[in-house]
């Protein structure tokens, strides 16, 4: 089956620690995002990638980063220097950026920072 | 980016049309009119989109008004499995910094009941 897979479901770590969240698609698309939802909001997009090795910050990148080095994986790696790390963590991907292209999404990682 | 605007709830009776109205007032004539629902702790779903004709799926209708400035989703028999926020989203314009980006809102809480 094709779609977007993101490991684990739940995640603890402590304060201080950097951990690498996982996002791999068999869609063969161009476009990754990253986004992070915090209770009772909306989501708030990390960082994009339009295509293999580039990718663009979004609206809040501060203490995130990642890297595309494949067309099928897009993983982020929140740092010690996000101050407030604990939220639910979302990935999806589309055929390309465009507006007319729909963007699907991965289960979603809960990461809760001790 | 255009805003929108989306009651915070609504209610339904199982087996009846759900009508999710959506304001955005300030759309640009070429920013595309999205909606995703998403249940409780899962990654949001594509429900559909358009830009000024009316789009239908399996899944809804939407109906964008004349002018743009507004829009509905419509489930037409609802069940209990729709209980979910529905957003609504206008997607930045071709040729911007956020290429792609989906800017999600609070949304609209539907709450199907028997």
């Known amino acids: 089956d094709g779609g977007i897979t993101q490991s684990p479901k739940y995640l603890f770590r402590k304060e201080g620690q950097n951990v690498t969240l996982s996002c791999e698609q068999n869609?063969?698309?161009?476009?990754m995002y990253w986004y992070r939802q915090d209770p009772g909001q909306g989501l708030r997009l990390i960082y994009y990638?339009?295509?293999?090795?580039?990718?663009q910050k979004g609206d809040i990148a501060e203490g995130y980063s990642v890297s595309r080095e494949k067309k099928e994986s897009f993983p982020l790696t929140v740092t010690s220097a996000q101050k407030n790390p604990t939220a639910f963590y979302l990935c999806a991907s589309s055929i390309g950026p465009g507006d007319a292209n729909e963007q699907f999404f991965g289960p979603g990682t809960r990461l809760t920072v001790l | 980016d255009a805003k929108t605007t989306q009651p915070p709830s609504m209610d339904c009776a199982e087996g009846r049309a759900a009508n999710l109205p959506c304001n955005h007032s300030t759309i640009s004539g070429n920013e595309y009119v999205y909606w995703y629902r998403q249940i409780h702790s899962q990654g949001p779903q594509y429900i559909i989109h358009g830009l000024k004709n009316n789009e239908t799926n399996e899944m809804a209708s939407l109906i964008i008004t004349e002018d743009r400035k507004s829009s509905t989703l419509i489930l037409p028999h609802a069940t209990l499995r729709d209980t979910a926020v529905y957003y609504c989203i206008v997607r930045v314009g071709a040729g911007g910094t956020s290429y792609g980006k989906l800017t999600f809102g609070q949304g609209t809480i539907l709450t199907v009941h028997p």
């Open positions: 869609l063969n698309h161009d476009a």
């Open positions: 990638s339009q295509i293999v090795n580039d990718f």
